[in-house]
């Protein structure tokens, strides 16, 4: 990987941008909408793709009226690496044009709808603008994460120089697709003490485990088994929308697990692992045996020691029960955050609209500084306190008073009485292995389980992944790293399942997560731990910004708030293999001090200078 002044390459990225802080989005949204958050055509005469669902080929059974028509544009319309949302009628597309030929697919992003004409197009693919999803325009498969479903794709052709796309009606409506799926091929019976594979955790590492196993043809029984007594669910939206249900959240139905063969066993918590006999021991008594064996557990709660441990109206943010309780407590009355974590963060910005009074009790002084900054994080905290939450820091506190079951203040040292009706734990996790410890599946001094670029443990047969891990990350010589975000929990699960099924694969993705609060939404990608500067641009008085973070002279992260594509546009830089230099973005930017300006000028822009450019 050379620096970005290097000799320049050709550059295949074009975005269609318009900034989306005028756009409303949805992806601080719960599911029920309160805030939180063929025929053988083609152009030229090429053979199009077909989706699996909506085959572009026209099955006997299929009827015309199934399918609408639509003339769409000129095709000097769109220059190669263009792409536009068009409307068919019946529902709207994406058409894209690169190397001189049309392809068209679903719209919206299937994770939380983002409009994928304001994201990044290149080589290929789509990268969502909101959380960096990529889909390959060709098939529409989804390539990298978050989120499980692929996109539908549609015929284009091109007649009298008019560029004509065929859909289905229902393929349009939906604007998602699953990818086929393998059946398991043996007669089992549900009390069988055997599973070819056993995944433990019902995660996005465990969930995306089970599915890649069945899109790759693996016929075997697969059962998945959990803690939790829901089928999975989208748990970063817990803190973000309280009230929501966990049917409302839910990624998988029963139905939909049961029609792929992926057994699903709630209410079940593993206390032991027996790797010599490659059996799984659980609360109940349960013992059942594996062939493969995936660990995707997850974080609990970091402890805290404070009085009156049984209260009921302290809670550690696991559940929608949690929330839900959390938001009726809190309706009207008082409430303590503990921690300035992105959860803790959340769920006081998420009570602002509901409680009498929102207190933070945080270990810094500034939330997120650690993270993304002091300047960014200040720069938050204001938006916090405008609207009226207090911050307090956690040396300051003396007591945490309970009465009868329930907290009812707690005492800061200077004499100030916070009143708690609930309270909400919110610093930080450890890892979920302590059942793990007389295993012989290795962990290191913090519980973290260790891996190796498969994602297999020092067992043989033993995987895991998700925020139990730490892994080899390439960006970062292979150095090992824990990385506890639920795009990467993705990642780790196809990772692993290639890699039971013989197709070892390396990780390849560039972390990316989110987070929502009063509606504004911060987005980050990269791994930024051990950052020594931080380059601004923008005015974060206004929340509108985008802050690289570099290490020596490399740029190794990004965040921003209302200043979309960048982060998608970064990631997309950053998956490519090539290095964005501190000087790149000091002269994208206008920071390099005018004498220096000249030598720079001399300097044809860097392929990834280009790639950043609108």
């Given at each position: 990987?050379g620096g970005?002044f290097?000799?320049p390459k050709p550059?295949?990225v074009k975005v269609e941008?318009s900034?989306?802080?005028?756009?409303?989005?949805?992806?601080g949204?719960?599911p029920n909408?309160k805030a939180?958050?063929?025929a053988e055509?083609?152009?030229n005469?090429?053979?199009a793709h077909g989706?699996d669902?909506?085959?572009?080929?026209l099955p006997l059974?299929?009827k015309?009226r199934?399918?609408?028509?639509?003339?769409v544009c000129?095709?000097?319309?769109?220059?190669n690496g263009?792409?536009?949302?068009?409307?068919?009628?019946?529902?709207r597309?994406l058409l894209?044009?690169e190397?001189?030929e049309?392809?068209?697919?679903g719209?919206?992003?299937?994770?939380?709808?983002a409009?994928?004409v304001k994201?990044?197009?290149?080589?290929g693919?789509?990268?969502?603008p909101w959380?960096g999803?990529?889909?390959?325009?060709?098939t529409?498969?989804?390539?990298?994460f978050?989120?499980?479903d692929?996109?539908p794709?549609?015929?284009v052709r091109?007649?009298?120089?008019?560029?004509i796309?065929?859909?289905n009606?229902q393929?349009l409506q939906?604007?998602?697709?699953?990818?086929?799926?393998?059946r398991?091929?043996?007669?089992?019976?549900?009390?069988?003490?055997f599973?070819h594979?056993?995944?433990?955790?019902?995660?996005?590492?465990g969930?995306?485990c089970?599915e890649?196993?069945?899109q790759e043809g693996f016929?075997?029984?697969?059962?998945?088994?959990t803690?939790?007594?829901?089928?999975?669910?989208d748990?970063?939206?817990?803190s973000?929308?309280?009230e929501?249900t966990?049917?409302?959240?839910?990624?998988r139905?029963?139905d939909f697990?049961?029609?792929?063969?992926?057994?699903?066993?709630?209410?079940k918590?593993?206390v032991?692992i027996?790797?010599?006999?490659?059996?799984?021991?659980?609360?109940?008594?349960?013992?059942m045996e594996?062939?493969?064996?995936?660990?995707a557990?997850?974080?609990?709660?970091k402890?805290m020691?404070?009085?009156?441990k049984?209260v009921?109206?302290?809670?550690?943010l696991r559940t929608p029960?949690d929330?839900?309780s959390?938001?009726?407590?809190?309706n009207?009355?008082?409430a303590?955050?503990?921690g300035?974590?992105f959860?803790g963060m959340?769920v006081?910005?998420?009570?602002?609209?509901?409680?009498h009074?929102?207190?933070v009790i945080?270990?810094?002084?500034?939330?997120?500084?650690?993270?993304?900054?002091e300047?960014v994080?200040?720069?938050?905290m204001?938006l916090f306190e405008?609207?009226?939450v207090?911050f307090?820091m956690?040396?300051?506190?003396?007591e945490?008073?309970g009465h009868?079951?329930q907290?009812?203040?707690?005492?800061?040292?200077s004499?100030?009485v916070?009143r708690?009706d609930v309270?909400?734990i919110?610093?930080g996790?450890?890892p979920?292995?302590?059942?793990l410890k007389?295993?012989?599946i290795?962990?290191?001094?913090k519980?973290?389980?260790t891996v190796?670029?498969?994602?297999?443990?020092?067992v043989?047969?033993?995987?895991?992944?998700?925020d139990?891990?730490m892994?080899?990350?390439?960006?970062?010589n292979?150095k090992?790293v824990?990385i506890?975000?639920w795009q990467?929990?993705?990642?780790?699960?196809?990772?692993?399942?290639?890699s039971m099924m013989?197709?070892a694969?390396?990780i390849?993705t560039?972390p990316?997560?989110?987070?929502?609060m009063?509606g504004?939404?911060?987005r980050y990608a990269?791994?930024?731990?051990g950052?020594?500067d931080?380059?601004?641009?923008g005015d974060?008085?206004e929340l509108r910004?985008?802050?690289?973070?570099?290490r020596?002279?490399?740029?190794?992260?990004?965040?921003s708030?209302n200043?979309?594509?960048?982060v998608?546009?970064v990631a997309e830089?950053?998956?490519s293999g090539k290095?964005i230099?501190k000087r790149d973005v000091?002269?994208l930017?206008?920071?390099i001090?005018?004498?220096?300006?000249?030598?720079?000028?001399?300097v044809i822009?860097?392929?990834?200078?280009?790639?950043?450019?609108?």
């Amino acid at each position: 990987m050379g620096g970005c002044f290097s000799k320049p390459k050709p550059v295949e990225v074009k975005v269609e941008l318009s900034l989306l802080d005028k756009e409303k989005e949805v992806d601080g949204l719960s599911p029920n909408g309160k805030a939180s958050p063929f025929a053988e055509c083609r152009p030229n005469g090429a053979l199009a793709h077909g989706s699996d669902d909506d085959s572009t080929l026209l099955p006997l059974y299929h009827k015309p009226r199934d399918y609408v028509e639509a003339s769409v544009c000129h095709v000097k319309d769109l220059e190669n690496g263009q792409m536009r949302e068009v409307d068919l009628g019946s529902g709207r597309a994406l058409l894209i044009k690169e190397h001189g030929e049309f392809t068209a697919m679903g719209h919206k992003c299937p994770h939380y709808g983002a409009p994928l004409v304001k994201g990044v197009l290149s080589k290929g693919h789509v990268r969502c603008p909101w959380h960096g999803a990529c889909f390959n325009i060709a098939t529409g498969d989804i390539e990298d994460f978050p989120g499980l479903d692929s996109l539908p794709i549609f015929q284009v052709r091109v007649e009298k120089d008019k560029v004509i796309i065929r859909a289905n009606k229902q393929a349009l409506q939906s604007q998602k697709r699953s990818k086929p799926m393998a059946r398991c091929s043996a007669v089992i019976n549900s009390n069988t003490g055997f599973s070819h594979v056993l995944i433990i955790g019902s995660g996005p590492a465990g969930l995306v485990c089970a599915e890649t196993l069945r899109q790759e043809g693996f016929t075997d029984r697969i059962v998945m088994c959990t803690m939790d007594k829901h089928p999975p669910y989208d748990r970063p939206k817990l803190s973000k929308s309280l009230e929501s249900t966990a049917e409302q959240l839910r990624l998988r139905s029963m139905d939909f697990l049961q029609d792929h063969d992926i057994e699903l066993l709630t209410e079940k918590e593993v206390v032991a692992i027996d790797v010599k006999t490659q059996s799984v021991i659980f609360e109940d008594g349960l013992r059942m045996e594996y062939r493969k064996l995936f660990i995707a557990t997850g974080s609990r709660p970091k402890p805290m020691n404070y009085k009156g441990k049984d209260v009921r109206n302290v809670f550690h943010l696991r559940t929608p029960e949690d929330a839900n309780s959390i938001a009726r407590l809190a309706n009207n009355k008082n409430a303590v955050i503990v921690g300035t974590s992105f959860v803790g963060m959340e769920v006081a910005a998420a009570l602002t609209d509901k409680a009498h009074s929102v207190s933070v009790i945080g270990i810094e002084s500034v939330p997120f500084k650690k993270a993304l900054g002091e300047k960014v994080g200040k720069a938050i905290m204001k938006l916090f306190e405008a609207n009226r939450v207090k911050f307090y820091m956690l040396n300051e506190v003396s007591e945490m008073v309970g009465h009868h079951g329930q907290l009812k203040e707690v005492v800061l040292k200077s004499g100030k009485v916070l009143r708690a009706d609930v309270c909400v734990i919110g610093a930080g996790s450890v890892p979920a292995t302590g059942f793990l410890k007389q295993s012989g599946i290795h962990l290191d001094s913090k519980g973290f389980i260790t891996v190796n670029k498969n994602m297999q443990t020092n067992v043989d047969g033993v995987f895991a992944g998700g925020d139990v891990v730490m892994f080899p990350f390439p960006p970062r010589n292979n150095k090992k790293v824990n990385i506890p975000h639920w795009q990467m929990a993705h990642v780790h699960g196809k990772v692993a399942a290639l890699s039971m099924m013989g197709r070892a694969t390396e990780i390849k993705t560039v972390p990316y997560f989110w987070s929502a609060m009063f509606g504004k939404t911060i987005r980050y990608a990269g791994y930024g731990d051990g950052f020594d500067d931080v380059i601004i641009q923008g005015d974060l008085d206004e929340l509108r910004f985008v802050a690289f973070y570099t290490r020596s002279e490399e740029v190794v992260s990004v965040t921003s708030m209302n200043y979309d594509p960048i982060v998608s546009r970064v990631a997309e830089v950053l998956g490519s293999g090539k290095t964005i230099k501190k000087r790149d973005v000091e002269w994208l930017f206008g920071k390099i001090p005018a004498d220096q300006q000249f030598e720079l000028k001399q300097v044809i822009l860097s392929p990834c200078l280009n790639m950043l450019c609108c």
